[in-house]
């Protein structure tokens, strides 16, 4: 049975894609709001249809923690693909920082071009990185939130890598606050492969850190530190 309802739902999540992607193009004229609010409902149609086909649901808590926050940067754990859409609903309006390749996917990279991305090439380096400052500095001035998965890459459940300095980085030059947010969305939803469990995926949030009188190193270790911390707990469930 978990095969036919993975199969049913990678079949919805292919078909209504390029149907999306339609309607973005016909807004793409118009402000990022609208072309936010338009592109953004195949995410939620996602993961709406992944809790019908699959019976994969999702909690959160620490929501609590954005309420007096205008924008910020979320640094977050990645495990999957999940976490990309269900965060267009769980938090609010955002752009991700992501691999420049991504932009070329037929359809999913086409919509994803018109929610002005902070797109770079990780081969570019201080150049790449300047880039997620300039760049996020100029969404976050204009009330978008900012994604960066400071580990770089999907990793299984189980696995870290030191985080990148970019997502520290922006909050120390832009003086928005980090906040921190752990998953465990690979366990259920693996960052290869067809099949996709039952059950319920857990997110926390954590309190934001605040740059003033901190360092680039120290606003990275505190969003590391708690995060695993936070993993620990989750995967231990």
């Not at 924008?71 to 990309?84: C, D, N, R």
């Not at 998965?149 to 459940?157: D, I, N, Q, S, V």
């Not at 300095?165 to 003086?175: D, E, I, R, T």
């Not at 901190?214 to 620990?232: C, F, G, K």
Request: proline share 6%; hydrophobic share 50%.
């Amino acid at each position: 049975m978990i095969y036919l309802r993975s199969t049913l739902f990678f079949i919805g999540m292919v078909v209504s894609a390029p149907l999306i992607t339609l309607f973005g193009l016909l807004v793409s004229p118009l402000p990022f709001t609208v072309r936010y609010r338009v592109i953004s409902q195949w995410a939620f149609f996602v993961i709406w249809w992944l809790k019908v086909t699959c019976k994969l649901d999702y909690k959160v808590s620490g929501l609590e923690h954005l309420n007096s926050i205008e924008a910020g940067i979320l640094l977050s754990k990645h495990q999957s693909a999940w976490e990309t859409m269900a965060f267009q609903s769980i938090f609010p309006p955002q752009v991700w920082v992501l691999k420049r390749s991504l932009l070329w996917v037929p359809f999913f990279g086409w919509g994803l071009a018109l929610l002005k991305p902070i797109a770079i090439d990780r081969g570019a380096g201080r150049k790449a990185l300047q880039q997620v400052i300039d760049q996020g500095i100029e969404r976050l001035q204009s009330g978008i939130w900012v994604v960066i998965f400071p580990e770089g890459t999907r990793l299984a459940p189980g696995k870290k890598k030191k985080f990148a300095a970019g997502g520290a980085m922006l909050a120390n030059k832009s003086g928005y606050p980090a906040i921190p947010v752990a998953h465990n969305a690979g366990s259920f939803w693996a960052r290869r492969g067809l099949l996709k469990r039952p059950g319920v995926i857990e997110v926390r949030i954590g309190a934001p850190i605040y740059p003033e009188g901190r360092s680039s190193s120290e606003i990275n270790q505190l969003a590391e530190d708690w995060i695993d911390t936070q993993m620990a707990e989750i995967e231990s469930l």
